[in-house]
């Protein structure tokens, strides 16, 4: 299993120079007249960290800026994750716990209202610019032309996965694209970000540069999801290149849960197709990669990279024959819940590693933070802002919360799995700097301590001291069933 501090000391063995970047058009941009950085926010779908060694202007973020070692997603699947993000809150309180149905999705998101209070509510009311790009919420349609609250520029897509032959709603207009190598959907979201960060940002700058806004833009790309498409120049590039084979690649942890323990050894047939699909993976986060240098250059270029904040992670990990499990997610192990999370520039301290357990959930308060304005109180998470500037709060969290409701059935689900086995049942679970404890709906558990196991290959559930059960199961309780101030 790859971790962040291999991922690291990898940096020196990036694959090449990064490639040629655009020149930015027009004259320098202003610097807004306040400390309130511009916030450009990288959102990936399925990134896991043995991904990162292949992306070299990522690495060179890392470099740049600040890590975290022990970030954690409250749930590895797309539409509650991204719930998370939005909201700041745990899935047990945003309601999204699937990516569809009664239960998840788009269609629950927006008629619970939710949708009313994001990231991007606080950051307009703050007086920022917002604009998001690429990929929402499950479900969502863009043949509706439904727009929501908070976004000044907004063009989404809907199951776009395959990157061509798609649609997106750009700003209540309907828009086709075909297969062309020019309609590739990472490339498009990058060149029309780039685009609303130098045209948008200039027009305002011909104004008095004091009344000059700070903007806020997620880019959200659908790679490097299944079926993982890469761009067409990338589709040769690395032959030959296999899965990686960490110490739990085609191995069940021992005294395994009920659910994993009968997991046979992975056969011929299954690594071949992780080894194509890895290779896949590689090959389609080559056109994120480039996304990254080029809106550093443009940022650059502007001028205003000094106020400028880059933040990039994933939705959730991903898995690919660890614990002897085909292509997926879901699961509690680090592999499915520990994901890049990476930020650079204003006030951001450089090659800063932090070890804090940081969540999802902490992005928004983060970004009200840097923007001058307080979260509403139902937010679960706190702001990371100290961190950024190499500073340890005097309290922070000792426990991070991970949920998980029962696996996606619906065929129409692009994280759907036909071999249910493949699927953990229903659990909640503690992740502490230390420790994994898991529960599960049908009584299994689970307790891998990571300093000396990190790999979590030794289940030592059935050997801890009553006491000790007890207290994780209080403490996760008391996590499972928090809300707003008391989850802080």
Not at 128 to 147: D, H, I, M, Q
Not at 172 to 201: C, F, H, M, N
Not at 240 to 248: F, K, M, N, S, Y
Not at 276 to 285: A, L, Y
């Amino acid at each position: 299993m790859i971790r962040l501090v291999t991922v690291l000391a990898l940096m020196a063995a990036a694959l090449g120079p990064p490639l040629p970047t655009p020149v930015a058009l027009g004259p320098p941009l202003p610097t807004p007249v306040s400390n309130r950085p511009n916030i450009v926010f990288v959102l990936v779908d399925d990134l896991s960290l043995n991904l990162v060694p292949y992306m070299p202007n990522v690495l060179k973020l890392h470099e740049d800026g600040t890590s975290f070692t022990n970030y954690t997603v409250t749930d590895s699947l797309c539409c509650p994750s991204r719930a998370s993000i939005l909201t700041g809150q745990y899935p047990h309180n945003t309601g999204i716990v699937k990516n569809h149905g009664s239960d998840g999705g788009f269609l629950l998101f927006r008629s619970r209202g939710e949708e009313k209070s994001t990231l991007a509510t606080d950051l307009r009311s703050a007086g920022y610019r917002t604009a998001f790009l690429g990929k929402y919420l499950n479900e969502y349609l863009p043949e509706s032309g439904y727009v929501p609250p908070g976004w000044d520029e907004w063009m989404a897509g809907g199951n776009a996965y395959d990157n061509v032959n798609y649609t997106l709603n750009e700003n209540g207009t309907v828009k086709r694209y075909g297969s062309e190598p020019s309609d590739y959907l990472t490339d498009v979201l990058s060149a029309k970000a780039q685009d609303w960060i130098r045209t948008g940002s200039h027009e305002q700058g011909l104004i008095k540069s004091t009344q000059v806004k700070p903007f806020f833009i997620e880019i959200s790309t659908y790679t490097p999801h299944l079926p993982y498409p890469p761009a067409p120049r990338d589709a040769q590039s690395f032959p030959g290149l296999i899965a990686p084979r960490g110490d739990a690649y085609g191995k069940v942890p021992k005294n395994a849960p009920a659910w994993l323990a009968p997991h046979s050894p992975l056969t011929a047939a299954q690594i071949a197709h992780m080894d194509r699909g890895f290779r896949k993976r590689v090959q389609s986060i080559q056109s994120i990669d480039r996304m990254i240098g080029d809106l550093r250059a443009t940022i650059d270029r502007a001028g205003i990279a000094e106020n400028t904040v880059i933040v990039f992670s994933s939705d959730n990990g991903y898995h690919m024959g660890e614990y002897r499990l085909n292509p997926g997610k879901q699961t509690a192990f680090d592999v499915d819940v520990n994901v890049p999370l990476v930020v650079v520039g204003a006030g951001v301290r450089r090659g800063h590693v932090v070890d804090a357990l940081v969540e999802n959930i902490d992005l928004r308060p983060t970004f009200a933070d840097l923007a001058g304005v307080r979260p509403p109180a139902e937010v679960d998470g706190r702001s990371v802002r100290q961190l950024l500037g190499g500073l340890t709060p005097s309290q922070w969290r000792t426990g991070a919360l991970i949920e998980h409701s029962d696996p996606a059935t619906d065929p129409a689900d692009p994280d759907y799995q036909s071999e249910s086995e493949n699927v953990p049942p229903s659990y909640t679970a503690l992740r502490t700097a230390d420790v994994t404890w898991v529960e599960y709906v049908d009584g299994s558990r689970e307790y891998y301590h990571r300093r000396t196991d990190p790999d979590q290959l030794l289940n030592l559930a059935d050997g801890l001291d009553p006491e000790r059960v007890t207290e994780l199961h209080e403490q996760l309780h008391r996590l499972a069933t928090c809300a707003g101030p008391s989850c802080r």
